[in-house]
């Protein structure tokens, strides 16, 4: 299977990212490969069988409705590249 | 020029973000009580979406959406799992969503609704899936620059999140509308949400479509968000109504696109183009192992089940109420309990007449105190059973129908029983024989002549007697006792 330019430019915008043209076409060939890998596996009859949403034989992992102490607001704010009022600051977000 | 139709049908359908009133969020233990904090104050690695963490559920939630979609006649899903949906976005720490895609917790159920002067219908209910909530946006602009840019409070973010998804059953904003109304009383009845709408914990979108009148496939639909109120739900579905009729009646093709509702400008405008479900990339969520609720499990929560709204609705309809008294008795869980009660403990009469009783004074003065005073229910000083003593000493005839009210009032207004208010205000008959006793010594004592014609056997001078302290209480002396207490002082002499 092959992805077209289009295809990469789309991923990418959903990735918030921008590439070259040159990146673009490698990006096209590469990811075509991971594709192919995956049709091999598609290509396995799996007629009959469950799907496995998850590989360990684990389920209802839960905790019971209790309320823990938070991090100080100066941990909370320790990576932020801006910061204001206590708040992280951002570039602006358009709806 | 083709024909085109002038008469379509409106299809609705409606998505419900709820959220839960655990005490802690979603996949941590940070406290949900954010409302009025500092922003940033109630947030740990887990719901800032730090590297490395891992979430785990909530089991209260789960019991909480478990609840939700029993009373909403679903099927709970045996194996259920989380999934990531991913998009990019400043709202979401960790640049995904834990939600469910393909396994919900709950699935194809059913609410039943009727608008007024219609008959009740019967609105699908396709899904019920847990998720978190997201992070809170504020947009300000720079005062320098001018430039926009926007702050990012994360106590919000990860709060247990129920999206209830319908059918597009609904055919009138009316009904859409009704079916918010009821929904939001049916969680109200079984405690998993405050669902105020206007305080961001029940938040709606809405799918609208027309076709033409009898024709099977759907329309093209547009998602309307941003609408904060019932009444804006109302109004921006009567809008797009009116603006995709206007379209499609000019021959134009509409776009499926979301739409936002501007309350100020009482219209819908075109917002952002909506990434496609498989934008969002959805995947099983590697870090929860799945859910598998045995039935035993989904027993256990049906057993705590609360009578629903409907049923109490029923309920009072059997006991001889109007439809109207049995719709507003059953409004709120408090208030039909708090009916309930005061019926139970109007012993001894007739059941119709205890429920019309109590439907009177409850729908009467009990609700004209909650809606001056803006105050719940329960809050009310006038405890049911306090309540059903007033209404009883009403029906012996202890106090007047009319003197009943103030004593009502000064009950909510005191905390006192009707007995001590009814006493008070000196509204009561007098039949403590103790107090009466003293009068008629005095009345004896007073009257030589009267007690010498008693006692040379003239009967009816006990008469003249009685009278006496009749006068001295007003008339709210027990007759009968004060003929027994005479005639018992006065023969010992």
């Not at chain 2, 999206?163 to 009904?175: G, K, Q, Y």
């Not at chain 2, 709408?197 to 009898?214: H, Q, T, V, W, Y």
């Not at chain 2, 208030?335 to 729908?363: C, F, H, I, Q, S």
């Not at chain 2, 105050?375 to 009310?380: H, S």
């Amino acid at each position: 299977m092959s992805l077209t330019s289009a295809d990469v430019l789309h991923i990418a915008r959903l990735a918030r990212i921008s590439l070259t043209d040159a990146e673009v076409d490698r990006f096209a060939a590469q990811l075509s490969g991971i594709l192919d890998h995956f049709a091999a596996l598609a290509a396995v009859p799996t007629a009959g069988i469950e799907p496995t949403a998850h590989p360990l034989p684990l389920s209802n992992v839960m905790r019971a409705d209790e309320v823990a102490s938070s991090l100080p607001l100066g941990d909370v704010l320790l990576n932020a590249p801006e910061r204001e009022d206590g708040y992280f600051r951002v570039r602006a977000v358009l709806e | 020029m083709p024909a085109v139709a002038t008469d379509f049908e409106t299809v609705i359908g409606l998505e419900v973000h709820c959220q839960l009133t655990t005490r802690s969020k979603m996949f941590c233990a940070c406290s949900t009580d954010y409302a009025g904090a500092a922003p940033n104050t109630h947030v740990c690695p887990v719901c800032l979406g730090m590297p490395g963490v891992l979430p785990v559920i909530n089991e209260q939630a789960i019991a909480d959406i478990v609840m939700t979609g029993l009373a909403l006649d679903c099927e709970i899903t045996p194996f259920s799992k989380f999934d990531r949906k991913n998009y990019p976005y400043p709202d979401l720490m960790k640049g995904y969503q834990i939600s469910q895609y393909d396994l919900p917790v709950c699935k194809g159920g059913s609410l039943e609704i009727q608008v007024e002067g219609h008959e009740p219908r019967r609105i699908g209910i396709t899904r019920v899936h847990m998720e978190e909530d997201t992070a809170r946006l504020l947009h300000r602009t720079d005062p320098v620059t001018g430039d926009g840019y926007s702050l990012v409070d994360v106590n919000r973010s990860g709060t247990p999140l129920m999206e209830i998804v319908s059918e597009p059953d609904m055919r009138t904003p009316a009904e859409a509308r009704e079916y918010l109304v009821r929904l939001r009383q049916v969680l109200r009845y079984i405690g998993v949400s405050e669902a105020n709408m206007e305080e961001g914990n029940f938040r709606c979108d809405a799918n609208i479509s027309l076709r033409p009148r009898g024709q099977a496939e759907f329309g093209t639909k547009v998602e309307i968000k941003n609408m904060n109120s019932f009444r804006a739900v109302h109004d921006a579905l009567v809008f797009e109504e009116k603006r995709q009729a206007a379209a499609l009646s000019a021959g134009e093709k509409l776009i499926q696109e979301t739409r936002g509702w501007v309350d100020e400008r009482n219209e819908t405008v075109s917002q952002r183009s909506k990434e496609h479900a498989n934008d969002y990339r959805y995947f099983p969520e590697p870090d929860l192992p799945p859910l598998r609720l045995s039935s035993a499990f989904v027993e256990s929560v049906r057993a705590r089940l609360p009578r629903l709204p409907a049923e109490r609705k029923a309920e009072l309809l059997d006991l001889g109420l109007s439809e109207h008294e049995a719709v507003t008795l059953s409004e709120s869980r408090d208030r039909a309990d708090y009916y309930d009660a005061v019926r139970a403990a109007l012993t001894g009469g007739e059941p119709a007449r205890a429920a019309k009783l109590a439907a009177n004074w409850v729908l009467g003065e009990v609700l004209r105190w909650v809606n001056t005073t803006g105050r719940d229910i329960q809050d009310l000083p006038v405890t049911p059973d306090r309540l059903a003593e007033l209404i009883t000493m009403v029906g012996q005839g202890t106090v007047t129908a009319q003197a009943a009210k103030s004593v009502f009032e000064t009950m909510a207004e005191s905390g006192k029983t009707a007995a001590d208010v009814v006493a008070e205000q000196g509204l009561a008959q007098i039949s403590g024989s103790d107090e009466l006793r003293d009068m008629v010594r005095a009345v004896i004592a007073a009257n030589e002549k009267a007690v010498a014609d008693y006692r040379a056997g003239k009967d009816s001078a006990i008469k003249f007697l009685i009278g006496q302290v009749m006068r001295e209480t007003k008339g709210r002396a027990n007759p009968a006792l004060l003929q027994d207490l005479f005639t018992e002082e006065l023969t010992e002499k």
